[in-house]
C-alpha cells in the first residue's frame, strides 16, 4: 500500500487531488467519516473530479453535473455511463494509505 497523506489533513466533506506514478487519485473524506479514493477523472468529460461537490457517499463532477458512487465507482446519472476505477483505501496510524489495483475491475 501507498501512504497518501495524514487523515487529518482532508476535511470531513473535502476532497484532495494526489497524482501518484501518473495515476490521479481523488481522495475523498465522504460524509459517512470513511475515507474512498476514485480515479480523478470524470468518464465523460476527461475533466477532474477532485474540483467537484461531495454529497454523502458520491462525488459530483462540476462540468455536466454527473455524480459518482465513491463505493462502486458507477455514475448514478447522465451525463456519464461509465463507471470509474476505485481504489481499496486503509487507515494505519493516523495516515491514509491506498492501493493501486481497482476493486471494481475497472481499469485507465
Not at 69 to 94: K, N, Q
Amino acid at each position: 500500500m501507498i501512504r497518501l497523506c495524514a487523515a487529518s489533513d482532508v476535511a470531513k466533506g473535502e476532497v484532495a487531488a494526489v497524482n501518484i506514478g501518473g495515476t490521479p487519485i481523488a481522495l475523498v473524506h465522504a460524509d459517512d467519516d470513511r475515507f474512498y479514493a476514485i480515479y480523478d477523472e470524470c468518464s465523460h468529460a476527461s475533466v477532474a473530479l477532485s474540483e467537484g461537490e461531495v454529497d454523502g457517499c458520491t462525488l459530483e463532477c462540476w462540468l455536466h453535473g454527473s455524480r459518482f458512487d465513491l463505493r462502486t465507482g458507477e455514475p448514478s446519472g447522465l451525463p456519464a455511463t461509465e463507471p470509474v476505477p476505485i481504489f481499496p483505501v486503509e487507515i494505519r496510524d493516523g495516515d491514509v494509505y491506498i492501493e493501486l489495483n481497482p476493486t471494481n475491475g475497472v481499469l485507465k
